[in-house]
């Protein structure tokens, strides 16, 4: 895809998470607010949240503000059925040898490592993303693991990622939880929020490249998790972009929602609100008297190339 056609230096939407491009949302940062604190003093927290509510993306933003000396573990490819596979993955990150090891073998390794670590007076830190699918076992690993941050200089933190099943399956462990936060679904608002600030932070212009047609039928049809976004969004411009459009409106973004598998073919009587346009630079604001309904249809096919704006429009 010719990013230069929108204007863009970077790809936005990406389908994995990116650091980079995380936005201003109240519930992700009073989260990683949250997490940060966990962070210093040590112990374990959890995120948990619906698929693609963006557990991940936080997470990562929470280990890269770490001190640079901080012992980062990486677990993020369970299920871990058993704690030998929960302590090789560990080996694994910490690129220490792992294959024949038996059992005890295996966790007086991993413990041999953070010990080291801990008494040089660094800070440790594991996050494990996928938790709801650890095992019963495996969590009561981790509360063992957690017992070697006692009477410790530098802290040792453990960090769980996953989706809410995750609270059913913590066991003893649960009693060592300190910090616990959910990530709920972005409100409409904030939707368009997200969205303009990944074309922004990707050097576009977003008031150019979604039409105000496209950015409600985004915001309206995405649920508000962050993943869809990204999805309906990306495919939305690649499909403008396949056209040879100037800008995105409604008919590429429909045309990714069915794609996607996210909308029927035929919606029939689903009902489109129209979004507001911004009272200052990059925020939109709900209004108190809702606008007027509309009936959300396929958009009509166009045999015309759209042409580029010649003035400012009024943003989405």
């Excluded at 389908?15 to 980079?20: E, G, N």
Aim: charged share 25%; glycine share 8%.
């Amino acid at each position: 895809m010719d990013l230069t056609r929108f204007g863009l230096t970077r790809r936005p939407f990406r389908a994995t998470p990116d650091t980079s491009l995380v936005c201003p949302i109240e519930s992700h940062d009073a989260a990683i607010t949250g997490l940060k604190r966990a962070a210093a003093e040590g112990g374990v927290a959890l995120i948990d949240g619906e698929s693609g509510s963006g557990k991940t993306t936080a997470a990562l933003r929470v280990m890269q503000t770490l001190p640079d000396d901080t012992l980062r573990v990486l677990v993020n490819y369970p299920p871990a059925a058993t704690p030998a596979d929960f302590l090789q993955a560990m080996l694994f990150d910490l690129g220490k040898h792992f294959v024949g090891l038996r059992e005890q073998e295996l966790r007086l390794t991993v413990h041999e490592a953070i010990l080291a670590a801990l008494d040089a007076g660094r800070s440790v830190a594991v996050f494990v993303d996928e938790a709801h699918h650890l095992t019963a076992e495996v969590c009561e690993e981790l509360r063992l693991l957690g017992n070697l941050g006692v009477q410790r200089s530098a802290p040792l933190f453990m960090l769980l990622a996953g989706l809410p099943t995750i609270r059913e399956r913590l066991g003893a462990l649960a009693q060592r939880v300190a910090v616990r936060c959910r990530l709920e679904p972005m409100t409409r608002e904030e939707t368009v929020r997200y969205v303009r600030h990944q074309v922004r932070e990707c050097g576009g212009r977003p008031d150019w490249l979604f039409t105000d047609e496209a950015m409600a039928l985004i915001a309206d049809t995405a649920g508000g998790i962050p993943r869809a976004v990204n999805r309906v969004a990306g495919r939305a411009v690649e499909l403008a972009a396949d056209a040879g459009h100037e800008c995105v409106d409604a008919e590429p973004v429909y045309d990714a929602l069915v794609q996607l598998d996210l909308l029927a073919a035929e919606p029939g009587d689903a009902v489109l609100l129209p979004i507001r346009p911004d009272v200052t630079p990059g925020e939109v604001v709900p209004s108190a008297t809702p606008p007027p309904a509309v009936q959300l249809r396929r958009p009509a096919k166009t045999t015309q190339q759209t042409t580029p704006r010649k003035g400012k429009r009024k943003s989405a």
